[in-house]
């Protein structure tokens, strides 16, 4: 863009007839049904107004955002109706879903991917217009939450066929196999409302869990074309979705006693909240993905171009909005202006425009409460002697802000500390490498650092006390999550249990074994158990 002001800004809104034809909605979705214990229940109660981050241009030249469909906003009666279906669902480990064979619940779910894969285009487009997403990441989002839940059922294939044997120690047979641990209560974020919130639904389930979901706020009508899709793929009860806010029915739900495991991507200070309502606290499992302030540490002797290359990429695919997204540039001095030069210069040739424009990368955020707290942010570090230094950075049309990259940050503005989950770029610099050690030594968060350097001397004195510190060290690369394999957790607020294919099947569940000790009465008791296939539990199956 040549030119960054609020007009320019605005004009890059469609008109209604500037849509192109692939990308629209083919009609607003306005959802009047809830999934509880096996049925699509009618609602006719009051409903929240979905708004678009893409704003569309009046006749009056104004913009504003576009209506795109509607969806129940239910209470706490609600809520107690889906949790008593799972608990029902779940009857204390004896329901159908929890005693069936790993093998059968897989059946479910390859059924249930077959049904999901068949409406790509329409959560894709959903997940476009309700989040601002670019369409490519969009595509890649869904395409990637394919494949997490093909890889999680290989995984579970190998994790069963491991324990499909009897160990015998010190005169005793023991088989040991993994088994659910209940009813999950299921929340994922607005960010990857699809593949985030997968990431925990897929494994609770596939481990035997059943399940209450409650959809993201921003992200709640891509899930309306899937709810057939679980109706028909498991039995009754085993999921279940309330659409209320999370303040009235989570803390009830969790006052309750009836949830056994808590899976949260969210804030820290939620998370903390919600752990409390539980009666028996020390019952509760808590799978959680949470805040981050992910660093980066230029060193001196860093590849600028490469480093400037995947801080860009860091700091600002999606706008910014992951938790695994750069959020502070701590640059040694030496370099920090010839740093911030090019990477000024490669973000002024990003495209800004809507979700479904080829090549985009600057998009809309999910309302202009994002905007105003981005706007507010900037200028907290103003007014304390920072600077943005970067032509058009922080102009804002409405929903669309253009980034802004701010120089010098230092502790006690709030880019210094608070995670902006937003297109802005805080730089500081540094002389002395105790100064990034110090920061992330200090931060509340614990996720990820990505370090930029070629001495393997000075980058290795420096991975071995932040491997202490964040759960995951990148070298001369932006953070990240995947591969879905490697793992993924959080030290201090960031996290709680590890996320990763394998990790999260292990989280849902728990070690149970049956054990005898090595008699002939005994041997022939299994023997026969396993030969008449009269366990579901003490089995020497493989699943192929």
């Known amino acids: 863009m040549a030119t960054?002001?609020?007009?320019?800004?605005?004009e890059l809104f469609p008109g209604p007839d500037d849509i192109p034809e692939s990308a629209r909605l083919v009609e607003p979705i306005h959802q009047r049904v809830s999934l509880i214990d096996g049925e699509l229940k009618p609602w006719d109660g009051a409903c929240k107004t979905v708004l678009s981050p893409v704003c569309v241009r009046q006749a009056s030249g104004e913009a504003e955002q576009a209506e795109i469909g509607s969806y129940p906003v239910m209470g706490e009666t609600e809520s107690d109706a889906a949790l008593d279906a799972a608990v029902r669902a779940y009857d204390h480990g004896r329901g159908e879903w929890p005693t069936m064979t790993v093998a059968q619940r897989i059946g479910c779910m390859q059924d249930f991917i077959r049904l999901m894969a068949a409406r790509r285009h329409e959560i894709v487009n959903l997940i476009m217009w309700e989040i601002g997403k670019s369409l490519a990441d969009s595509q890649k989002e869904f395409d990637r939450t394919i494949s997490y839940m093909q890889d999680t059922i290989a995984a579970l294939k190998e994790l069963d066929n491991s324990n499909s044997r009897f160990v015998i120690a010190e005169g005793t047979i023991g088989q040991i196999r993994r088994?659910?641990?209940?009813?999950?209560?299921?929340?994922?974020?607005?960010?990857?409302?699809?593949?985030?919130?997968?990431?925990?639904?897929?494994p609770a389930l596939l481990m035997g869990n059943t399940v209450v979901f409650k959809p993201p706020q921003y992200g709640t009508l891509l899930f309306f074309p899937l709810l057939e899709a679980f109706r028909s793929a498991f039995p009754k009860g085993v999921i279940n979705t309330i659409y209320a806010p999370g303040a009235v029915v989570v803390p009830h739900m969790l006052a309750s006693g009836k949830i056994d495991v808590l899976a949260l991507i969210g804030s820290s200070k939620v998370a903390d909240h919600l752990k409390k309502q539980h009666p028996k606290s020390h019952r509760l499992r808590a799978v959680l993905g949470l805040d981050a302030k992910n660093a980066a540490i230029v060193l001196p002797d860093a590849d600028i171009d490469l480093a400037v290359k995947e801080c860009l990429l860091g700091t600002l695919s999606f706008n910014g909005q992951?938790?695994?997204?750069?959020?502070?540039?701590?640059?040694?001095?030496?370099?920090?202006?010839?740093?911030?030069?090019?990477?000024?210069s490669a973000l002024s040739k990003l495209k800004v425009g809507m979700p479904w424009?080829?090549?985009?990368?600057?998009?809309?955020?999910?309302?202009?409460?994002?905007t105003a707290y981005m706007t507010q942010a900037i200028d907290d570090a103003k007014e304390q002697g920072a600077q943005v230094v970067n032509e058009g950075g922080g102009v804002f049309c409405k929903t669309l802000f253009y980034p802004a990259v701010v120089y010098p940050v230092k502790e006690g503005m709030m880019l210094f500390r608070e995670e902006q989950f937003g297109p802005i770029i805080p730089v500081m610099a540094f002389d002395d490498i105790e100064t990034p050690l110090e920061y992330v030594i200090t931060s509340d968060h614990?996720?990820?650092?990505?370090?930029?350097?070629?001495?393997?001397?000075?980058?290795?004195?420096?991975?071995?006390?932040?491997?202490?510190?964040?759960?995951?060290?990148?070298?001369?690369?932006q953070c990240q999550r995947g591969p879905d394999v490697f793992p993924f957790a959080g030290r201090k607020d960031s996290a709680e249990g590890t996320l990763s294919v394998t990790d999260a099947l292990r989280a849902f569940s728990i070690r149970s074994m049956v054990a005898a000790k090595e008699t002939d009465l005994n041997k022939t008791l299994l023997d026969s158990m396993v030969t008449n296939h009269q366990s579901k539990f003490v089995n020497t199956g493989f699943i192929f």
């Open 322 to 344: 992951r938790c695994t997204a750069l959020k502070m540039l701590i640059v040694h001095r030496s370099i920090v202006d010839t740093f911030i030069e090019r990477f000024t």
């Open 357 to 370: 424009e080829q090549g985009v990368s600057i998009t809309p955020l999910p309302g202009m409460h994002r």
């Open 446 to 477: 614990g996720q990820q650092v990505s370090i930029f350097g070629t001495d393997p001397a000075q980058i290795g004195a420096l991975v071995d006390p932040l491997v202490n510190q964040v759960c995951r060290v990148n070298l001369n690369s």
């Open 4 to 10: 960054i002001d609020f007009e320019n800004l605005r």
């Open 179 to 202: 088994t659910p641990l209940g009813v999950v209560l299921c929340m994922g974020p607005y960010n990857y409302p699809l593949n985030e919130t997968f990431a925990t639904l897929i």
